[in-house]
């Protein structure tokens, strides 16, 4: 059962601050976005002036940078699409069974995205420390085995503070393994104008395990409203990798130049939307 702590407004509120609009769109910016920027273009203007060891922390951490951005973008992708086709079905367009179809393969797909970028992260902040050898290129081992195997002490206190932190990986990555390693059931519902669903152990009654309970993401007491969700988890990942990057940042002495780098989607005004609801929502 899921339930382990309150919703931050914070982490909401500062997402939001990061998605803007200008002619051509809808964009996100912040520090994650110019330290990628920043790093792909030394790695090609200044090339020769690294050494060796330097060079290959460069290319590791903009490679994991990209494969960052990739996964932010199919996330967005999903959300353009789902949203297109809630307002499909809802018209008539999508029969109820291909909007179950559709819709159940989404959401299973966001939970993949989402856990894989905990895995890029990791091997960005291993690459920063000062024992990068000795450490797992795993989130989940970084964050399970942070004290047991010492690695807060090749980490130093600032990552890992952000680890330690992070409490809502574990309780995403439980929800994830369940929909993939253990093929429970993503139960997608019919009712229009919303995205509705929830997850069920197939080896117990339904209604003795749901497996999302927190409140304020639930559309009614047993289902949960896919658009909450989506915003919270969302949210929580962006200001996740906006403090991350202001670490690696420190320790890379690349400057911090703000709001430089911008990547635009489409999908983007969607989530601002459905984040945006959810906040007033909890606030009443």
Known sequence: MYDSESINKKKLETALSLIRKDEKGYFLTGIFYDLAASVRENLITKRTDYKENELKMLTEISQNSVMILECMWRIETIFLRLNKQKEQWTQGKLTDGEWILFATLDIKYFHVEIRSIFDYLARIIKEVSDFPDELPSSFNKLKTRLYEKKYNEKLGDDLTQLIDSCNWFLDFKRIRDLVIH????????????????????????????????????LSNPF???????????????IDLLEESSQSVSKRLNMPQNGSRAMVFHPGLKVLKNWIETFLERIKE
């Open 182 to 217: 253990r093929k429970n059931l993503v139960l997608v519902f019919l009712v229009k104008n919303q995205i509705v669903f929830q997850i069920y152990d197939k080896s117990r009654p339904i209604s003795e395990d749901m497996q999302i309970v927190k409140p304020e993401v």
């Open 223 to 237: 289902t949960v409203d896919f658009e909450k969700y989506a915003a919270m988890y969302t949210s929580y990942l």
